[in-house]
């Protein structure tokens, strides 16, 4: 079992930056893939930012260039830096924490990010 617990969150204008924090407890260890989704009203979730236990990373085209996810194993917590914002990156962000063999999915509460023009 892991509990995923974000923060980070909040309302901001457009261009400015926030940080997102996911820290994971439990059964840790066995932990592979750690990632980052979001859900706009109306459309489906989507993956944001995602990274491997060994630090392989990949990004969503929309936030290439904006966003930088990061990982601290010691610490069990990813990151989303999230840098000039936009309007439409509005949504409901979720970490994910792909489990184990087969893989389990675990997704954290949500946080909410609204960026206002």
């Known amino acids: 079992q892991v509990q995923l617990v974000e923060s980070g969150g909040g309302l901001v204008t457009a261009g400015g930056s926030l940080r997102l924090s996911c820290a994971a407890s439990g059964s840790i260890f066995r932990i592979n893939t750690m990632g980052w989704y979001r859900q706009a009203p109306g459309k489906q979730r989507e993956v944001v930012a995602a990274?491997?236990?060994?630090?392989?990373?990949n990004y969503a085209d929309s936030v290439k260039g904006r966003f930088t996810i990061s990982r601290d194993n010691a610490q069990n917590t990813v990151y989303l830096q999230m840098n000039s914002l936009k309007p439409e990156d509005t949504a409901v962000y979720y970490c994910?924490?792909?489990?184990?063999?087969?893989?389990?999915?675990?997704w954290g509460q949500g946080t909410q990010v609204t960026v206002s023009s």
């Open positions: 990274i491997t236990r060994g630090g392989n990373i």
């Open positions: 994910r924490a792909d489990w184990g063999s087969p893989t389990r999915l675990y």
